[in-house]
C-alpha cells in the first residue's frame, strides 16, 4: 500500500504515482490511497489497517511530517507486524536525528521510484534487509516509468495535476535542500511532451510543474512552452 497525508484535498501526490507506476509485477496488487492533514490520524490509521496490507508506504514531507508521526504512532501500536517503509524529502537527509525513525522498519532515502518495489520484494520474499535505512541507487531516467496513467478522472476534474520535466538541481544555496542532491537531470523531452498530450486530451488544462530548476536547459523550457502555445 502506498500512502500521504496531503497538504489538502485539491492535492495529489506525484510521488505517489512514481511509486505505483513502478512496481513492477507487484503493481495490480498495490493500492494507492491519499489523505489530508486535516484527518483525524485515528480515522485513517482504521482506514490503512482495514485493507490488511502487509506493506505500507509513507511520503514524507515538511507539511504532514507532525501528523505523520501521530499517525505512525496508532500504527505501530495496534499493528506492529505491519511493516512500515518511509520515504520521501523530510526523511532523506539527517535520518539519524530524526524522531520518526524509531517508528518504522525502513527508510529510503533519495529517489524510491525503484527502490521501493525491489524492497517489497525482498520482504515478500522473506529476505528481508537487515538495515533499517536504504540508500537508494541512481536510476537511469530512461528506466523509471511515466505516472500520468495513474491520475484517475477524479483526480483530472477536482485536483491538481503535478507534472516534472527533470530533477534535482546542480546549484548548493545554503538555504535549499535540494543542494544537497548535487545531481540534476532530464527526462526525455518527446516522451514527456507525449505524456502531457495525453493529459490534455483527457481534459488536464491546467499543469503545476514541480520541477527544482524549471529552466536550467533552455530548449527544453521552450519546447515545452511552445507545447502549451501550439
Given at each position: 500500500?502506498?500512502?500521504?497525508?496531503?497538504?489538502?484535498?485539491?492535492?495529489?501526490?506525484?510521488?505517489?504515482?512514481?511509486?505505483?507506476?513502478?512496481?513492477?509485477?507487484?503493481t495490480?496488487?498495490?493500492?494507492?490511497?491519499?489523505?489530508?492533514?486535516?484527518?483525524?490520524?485515528?480515522?485513517?490509521?482504521?482506514?490503512?489497517?482495514?485493507?490488511?496490507?502487509?506493506?505500507?508506504?509513507?511520503?514524507?514531507y515538511?507539511?504532514?511530517?507532525?501528523?505523520?508521526?501521530?499517525?505512525?504512532?496508532?500504527?505501530?501500536?495496534?499493528?506492529?507486524?505491519?511493516?512500515?517503509?518511509?520515504?520521501?524529502?523530510?526523511?532523506?537527509?539527517?535520518?539519524?536525528?530524526?524522531?520518526?525513525?524509531?517508528?518504522?522498519?525502513?527508510?529510503?532515502?533519495?529517489?524510491?521510484?525503484?527502490?521501493?518495489?525491489?524492497?517489497?520484494?525482498l520482504?515478500?520474499?522473506?529476505?528481508s534487509?537487515?538495515?533499517?535505512?536504504?540508500?537508494?541507487?541512481?536510476?537511469h531516467?530512461?528506466?523509471?516509468?511515466?505516472p500520468?496513467?495513474?491520475?484517475?478522472?477524479?483526480?483530472?476534474?477536482?485536483?491538481?495535476?503535478?507534472?516534472?520535466?527533470?530533477?534535482?538541481?546542480?546549484?548548493?544555496?545554503?538555504?535549499?535542500?535540494?543542494?544537497?542532491?548535487?545531481?540534476?537531470?532530464?527526462?526525455d523531452?518527446?516522451?514527456?511532451?507525449?505524456?502531457?498530450?495525453?493529459?490534455?486530451?483527457?481534459?488536464?488544462?491546467?499543469?503545476?510543474?514541480?520541477?527544482?530548476?524549471?529552466?536550467?536547459?533552455?530548449?527544453?523550457?521552450?519546447?515545452?512552452?511552445?507545447?502549451?502555445?501550439?
Amino acid at each position: 500500500m502506498l500512502t500521504t497525508l496531503n497538504a489538502r484535498y485539491s492535492h495529489a501526490s506525484l510521488g505517489l504515482r512514481y511509486l505505483l507506476a513502478n512496481m513492477g509485477d507487484l503493481t495490480s496488487t498495490t493500492r494507492l490511497l491519499e489523505y489530508s492533514i486535516n484527518s483525524r490520524s485515528i480515522d485513517v490509521a482504521e482506514s490503512l489497517l482495514s485493507y490488511d496490507a502487509k506493506i505500507i508506504g509513507f511520503s514524507l514531507y515538511i507539511w504532514n511530517i507532525t501528523e505523520t508521526i501521530r499517525l505512525l504512532s496508532i500504527i505501530k501500536t495496534v499493528s506492529p507486524e505491519t511493516v512500515v517503509v518511509v520515504g520521501g524529502p523530510e526523511i532523506s537527509h539527517e535520518v539519524e536525528n530524526n524522531k520518526i525513525s524509531s517508528l518504522v522498519d525502513y527508510i529510503i532515502c533519495g529517489n524510491a521510484d525503484v527502490a521501493f518495489a525491489n524492497l517489497c520484494q525482498l520482504i515478500i520474499a522473506k529476505n528481508s534487509p537487515q538495515e533499517k535505512i536504504i540508500q537508494a541507487p541512481f536510476v537511469h531516467p530512461k528506466d523509471i516509468q511515466f505516472p500520468y496513467q495513474y491520475y484517475n478522472d477524479e483526480d483530472i476534474a477536482n485536483r491538481l495535476i503535478y507534472v516534472e520535466a527533470s530533477r534535482g538541481c546542480p546549484y548548493q544555496c545554503e538555504f535549499c535542500l535540494s543542494s544537497l542532491d548535487k545531481t540534476s537531470w532530464s527526462f526525455d523531452i518527446d516522451l514527456f511532451l507525449q505524456e502531457l498530450q495525453r493529459l490534455f486530451q483527457r481534459g488536464v488544462r491546467q499543469f503545476k510543474f514541480v520541477d527544482r530548476t524549471f529552466n536550467l536547459k533552455i530548449k527544453t523550457s521552450l519546447r515545452i512552452l511552445e507545447f502549451f502555445l501550439d
